[in-house]
């Protein structure tokens, strides 16, 4: 008959959020060290999970599919419309090279 047993016990603390991603960071380095200090343990680290959102609203990041402009909020499009304008210019002002490089001799 078949059987379920456990195994591979570990124990996951979720400290209490702030605002902002460095207190967390900073709260779970300060908790592995008290763990590592009063604990005989094998291994203690510290994960997280990363999550892409604009800096402008917070939104979760959403781009249209083509030319990837972000649609969440005008700062965001306005800030992506001024990004393609730089790079189409340094495009345009860079030197067209007609014959490769050649740095072997």
């Not at 900073?26 to 604009?54: A, P, Q």
């Not at 979760?60 to 030319?67: P, T, V």
């Amino acid at each position: 008959m078949k059987k379920y047993i456990q195994e591979n016990y570990r124990v996951r603390a979720i400290p209490e959020r702030h605002f902002g991603y460095e207190t967390t960071e900073k709260d779970c380095e300060k908790l592995k060290k008290e763990i590592e200090r009063h604990c005989d343990i094998e291994e203690v680290y510290v994960e997280h999970d990363t999550r892409c959102i604009c800096e402008f609203c917070g939104s979760e990041w959403e781009e249209e599919w083509d030319n990837g402009m972000p649609f969440c909020c005008n700062k965001a499009q306005d800030e992506y419309e001024k990004l393609r304008e730089e790079a189409l210019n340094n495009a345009k002002n860079k030197p067209i090279l007609k014959e490769p490089l050649n740095d072997t001799k």
